[in-house]
Structure formats: C-alpha cells, structure tokens
C-alpha cells in the first residue's frame, strides 16, 4: 500500500511568487492535515480535512496561504504571495476515521523562499 | 502549547534499552498519549498510543502511570538507525496532534 506522497520534494522561489504543494493521502483515509516545521521551530499544525470539508483551519497562519481537497482525495496547499517566513518543511499526514488521529505522515516538502 | 514535557535530549547505546519519560501533569481524561519520532529530514513517524493501560507493539513498549500524569517509552534494544527525536503527545480523539520540542535519542555504537 503506497503510503502519503507530496510533491514536489523541494521547492526554491523567489519572494512574491506563487507556489503550490500537493500531497496525495493513502488511499481510503478521509482526514489530511497539513502541518509545516520552520527552522528552530516546532512542528506546527495548520489545518485538517475530513474528506473535502476543512474541519479546523486554526493554524493557518495568513490569507497568503489556501488549502484545497476538491472530491476529498489529493490536497493542494497554495502559497501566494510567499514570503520569506515561509520557508520551511510543509508536511502532510492522512488518518483513517477510527475516532483517533493516527496520522501517517508523508516525507515533506522543503520550501526556501529566496 | 504542548501539554508535554520531555527532556530535551538523551543518549543511550546501542543494544541497551531506551527509556523516554514525558511528563503530563495536566493530561484529561478523554486524551490518548501518542508517541511519534521525527529520523532527520523525514517525515514523523508513529510509534505507539495509549489510553490508561500499558501497550506493546513490534516497535516499543509504553507504559503509563496509574494517575497518568506520566509514560515512558521504552524501546526494547536500540540501533544506530533508532536516534531521533521523540514526541510524546496528549490527545482527544478529533483533536488535532500539538508536536512540542520532544526528545533528541541519540544511540551511539
């Protein structure tokens, strides 16, 4: 069973470009969250699907960032403008809905805003 | 924040068991304890949940206090491959995951 994909692995933008993150849950899990570590921090949470319902979006941290799961399959998160405090590791995690969060976590994306 | 407290850093040799406390002084009683490793540059990792009892997978062992306030995780006989970080995290069952600063194990031969 393939496990969480996200593409691309490695994103370099310059500040005020657009850039977008995708990640493919496992097959069949309804809940995909997005979380993102910046460098020296925490790994922060941003927000969480329940198929393509956006459950709790309280970690997002400004309008500059979208987050899509149209038909509740793939996610897109979408950065525009970026800034250079986005940079980061943005990471994505699907569940099943069995009533607890056992996340499964795919590799990330490192995104370096220049 | 976090609702956890862990040692910041750990060492342990290989072959030896590793024991990580986590503190959880404030844990409710609906919350699950979840424990989660970050290898570098990958992606965290489950490892193993609890409610109140103690709980044993292929990966490692937990062990909650009585009055929950605590756990240990133990990893039975650690590897090289084993360092990490370690996150201990309390939970209810829609909540979402709050990663804290974790534990830094770092086996060495």
Redesign the interface.
């Known amino acids: 069973e393939a496990g969480v994909t996200q593409f691309p692995s490695h994103s370099v933008i310059e500040k005020g470009q657009t850039v977008t993150l995708r990640c493919d849950p496992i097959s069949g899990h309804d809940n995909l969250y997005w979380y993102r570590r910046v460098m020296g921090k925490e790994i922060k949470f941003l927000l969480h699907f329940v198929k393509e319902s956006k459950q709790d979006e309280s970690g997002m941290p400004n309008n500059r960032f979208l987050a899509e799961r149209t038909g509740g399959t793939y996610s897109t998160l979408k950065v525009q403008p970026a800034e250079l405090e986005d940079s980061g590791v943005y990471f994505c995690a699907s569940s099943q809905d069995r009533g607890i969060p056992l996340l499964f976590f795919g590799s990330g994306t490192q995104l370096s805003v220049l | 924040d976090?609702k956890t407290t862990q040692p910041p850093s750990m060492d342990c040799a290989e072959g030896r068991a590793a024991n990580l406390p986590c503190n959880h002084s404030t844990i409710s009683g609906n919350e699950?304890v979840?424990w989660?490793r970050?290898i570098h540059?990958?992606?965290?990792?489950?490892i193993i949940?609890g409610l109140k009892n103690n709980e044993t997978n292929e990966m490692a062992s937990l062990i909650i206090t009585e009055d929950r306030k605590s756990s240990t995780l133990i990893l039975p006989h650690a590897t090289l491959r084993d360092t990490a970080v370690y996150?201990c995290i309390v939970?209810a069952?829609?909540?979402?995951?709050?990663?804290?600063?974790g534990t830094r194990l770092q086996v060495f031969p």
Not at chain 2, 93 to 101: H, P, Q, V
């Open positions: 976090a699950y979840y989660y970050q540059s990958q992606g965290p990792q489950y949940h996150y939970s069952n829609t909540d979402k995951l709050i990663f804290g600063t």
